[in-house]
């Protein structure tokens, strides 16, 4: 067994439980205060709602699967690429996760009253962030949930974390043209001349 081994396999599992009881808590508080939602999933059965849905049951997946692993061996059922389960591999993928959580409470707070989850259909809640982060990149909330995603595959290279980095960067980049589209519409030639000046990543 690897030295690191049992340190990344508990972190993993506390980790996503943190994450999951700080969004919990965060989207509470803000509606007790706001009292609308910040969570938003879209009309039905439209792009938006599935990329939601698609979230939501893979972040729930990881979550129970590192909570599990913490207890149990299951690495065989997560088809395990013994060839990646490296030591200095699995520290990259912690530190790339402490890297995206950094990145994304940063982020989050630097958006204060403009952040959301989804698109939000009242338009008139919210202002076109141009500056600071969003000055270099017209998603670098996404780009910091990437980043997580692969430090999630590297900290446990497996079938299963591969296939989530898979999925949840296209489904990632899916939400970023849906959430583009949407901002077009609501901030019309202020978005276009922003669009034209920021990439949509780098």
């Given at each position: 067994?690897?030295?690191?081994?049992?340190?990344?396999?508990?972190?993993?599992?506390?980790?996503?439980?943190?994450?999951?009881?700080?969004?919990?808590?965060?989207?509470?508080?803000?509606?007790?205060r706001l009292q609308f939602s910040h969570i938003n999933y879209g009309v039905r059965g439209s792009?938006?709602?599935?990329?939601?849905?698609?979230?939501?049951?893979?972040?729930?997946?990881?979550?129970?699967?590192?909570?599990?692993?913490?207890?149990?061996?299951?690495?065989?059922?997560?088809?395990?690429?013994?060839?990646?389960?490296?030591?200095?591999?699995?520290?990259?993928?912690?530190?790339?996760?402490?890297?995206?959580?950094?990145?994304?409470?940063?982020?989050?707070?630097?958006?204060?009253?403009?952040?959301?989850?989804?698109?939000?259909?009242?338009?008139?809640?919210?202002?076109?962030?141009?500056?600071?982060?969003?000055?270099?990149?017209?998603?670098?909330?996404?780009?910091?949930?990437?980043?997580?995603?692969?430090?999630?595959?590297?900290?446990?290279?497996?079938?299963?974390?591969?296939?989530?980095?898979?999925?949840g960067v296209a489904v990632i980049m899916r939400q970023a043209r849906e959430e583009e589209k949407?901002?077009?519409?609501?901030?019309?030639?202020?978005?276009?001349?922003?669009?034209?000046?920021?990439?949509?990543?780098?």
């Amino acid at each position: 067994m690897l030295l690191i081994e049992p340190l990344v396999r508990h972190f993993l599992g506390i980790f996503f439980l943190m994450i999951g009881l700080q969004f919990a808590g965060r989207t509470l508080g803000l509606y007790a205060r706001l009292q609308f939602s910040h969570i938003n999933y879209g009309v039905r059965g439209s792009a938006p709602w599935w990329h939601r849905h698609t979230f939501n049951v893979f972040r729930a997946a990881i979550l129970g699967v590192c909570m599990a692993r913490i207890f149990v061996d299951i690495d065989s059922w997560l088809g395990v690429f013994n060839s990646l389960y490296q030591g200095w591999i699995l520290l990259v993928g912690m530190v790339l996760l402490l890297a995206s959580y950094s990145a994304v409470n940063y982020l989050q707070a630097y958006m204060h009253e403009e952040w959301r989850s989804g698109i939000d259909s009242h338009g008139d809640r919210q202002k076109l962030l141009t500056s600071g982060p969003f000055a270099r990149s017209r998603n670098p909330l996404f780009l910091a949930v990437m980043t997580g995603q692969l430090g999630f595959f590297l900290a446990l290279p497996s079938v299963f974390s591969l296939v989530c980095l898979v999925v949840g960067v296209a489904v990632i980049m899916r939400q970023a043209r849906e959430e583009e589209k949407a901002l077009a519409r609501q901030f019309g030639k202020a978005y276009d001349d922003y669009r034209a000046r920021v990439r949509r990543w780098f």
